[in-house]
T-cell receptor
C-alpha cells in the first residue's frame, strides 16, 4: 500500500511566524502537488513539482521536492491569517499508470492575528 | 474558463433513502474523480471516470456508484443511506495525460443523513 504521510497534522501559530509542513513517503512519485482547502470549499491547487530537488516559490510559500522524489515540504514565511486552511499533498506514483493520486491526510493550519 | 460545478451544494436525507449528486467538469477535461471527505477520515477516493468508463475505484461498498456521460458530466449515487455517509462529497476534473494529475475541485456537496 502506498502512503503519503503529512506532518504535523495540526499547527496553530501567531501571525508573522514561519512554518514548514512535510509530506513523506517510501514511494517514488513522478509529480507531487500541494493544495489548500478552506472550510466548506473544495481544495485549490497551489503548485505541482516534478523534478527531484525542484524548488518553487509562490509569494511567501516555498515548495520543495526531495532529490529522490519521495518527499516534499511547504515552507511559509511570515504567516498571515489568510494562510489559514487545510493543506493537502498528493502524489502521482511513478510505478502506477492508473492515474490515481495518493493523498496525504492533510495539515490543518491556523494563523492567529 | 468556468470551473467545476456541483449540484446541489447542500442536501439533507433520511437513513435508507438514496441520493444522486451531479458534477460538471471544466470544459475539455475528460477525467472526473469523486472523493468523500469527513473530519475523521480525510479525503477518501471513491472512483474516477474517464471517457465514460470507470478507470479507478476506491474501497467503498457497492452502495456507492457513479457514471459519466458523453459530455463528461458525471453523477454519483448512494443508495440505502447510512448515518456514516454524512460528508462533503467532492468532484474533481483533470486533463490527465496532458498536464499530469492536477485536479481541479468543485465546491462540494454537503450531505447530511439523519
Amino acid at each position: 500500500t502506498q502512503l503519503l504521510e503529512q506532518s504535523p497534522q495540526f499547527l496553530s501559530i501567531q501571525e508573522g511566524e514561519n512554518l514548514t509542513v512535510y509530506c513523506n513517503s517510501s514511494s517514488v512519485f513522478s509529480s507531487l502537488q500541494w493544495y489548500r482547502q478552506e472550510p466548506g470549499e473544495g481544495p485549490v491547487l497551489l503548485v505541482t513539482v516534478v523534478t527531484g530537488g525542484e524548488v518553487k516559490k509562490l509569494k511567501r510559500l516555498t515548495f520543495q521536492f526531495g532529490d529522490a522524489r519521495k518527499d516534499s515540504s511547504l515552507h511559509i514565511t511570515a504567516a498571515q491569517p489568510g494562510d489559514t486552511g487545510l493543506y493537502l499533498c498528493a502524489g502521482a506514483p511513478e510505478a502506477d499508470s492508473n492515474y490515481q493520486l495518493i493523498w496525504g491526510a492533510g495539515t490543518k493550519l491556523i494563523i492567529k492575528p | 474558463k468556468a470551473g467545476v460545478t456541483q449540484t446541489p451544494r447542500y442536501l439533507i436525507k433520511t437513513r435508507g433513502q438514496q441520493v444522486t449528486l451531479s458534477c460538471s467538469p471544466i470544459s475539455g477535461h475528460r477525467s472526473v474523480s469523486w472523493y468523500q471527505q469527513t473530519p475523521g477520515q480525510g479525503l477518501q477516493f471513491l472512483f474516477e471516470y474517464f471517457s465514460e468508463t470507470q478507470r479507478n475505484k476506491g474501497n467503498f461498498p457497492g452502495r456507492f456508484s457513479g457514471r459519466q456521460f458523453s459530455n463528461s458530466r458525471s453523477e454519483m449515487n448512494v443508495s440505502t443511506l447510512e448515518l456514516g455517509d454524512s460528508a462533503l462529497y467532492l468532484c474533481a476534473s483533470s486533463l490527465v495525460g496532458t498536464s499530469g494529475y492536477e485536479q481541479y475541485f468543485g465546491p462540494g456537496t454537503r450531505l447530511t443523513v439523519t
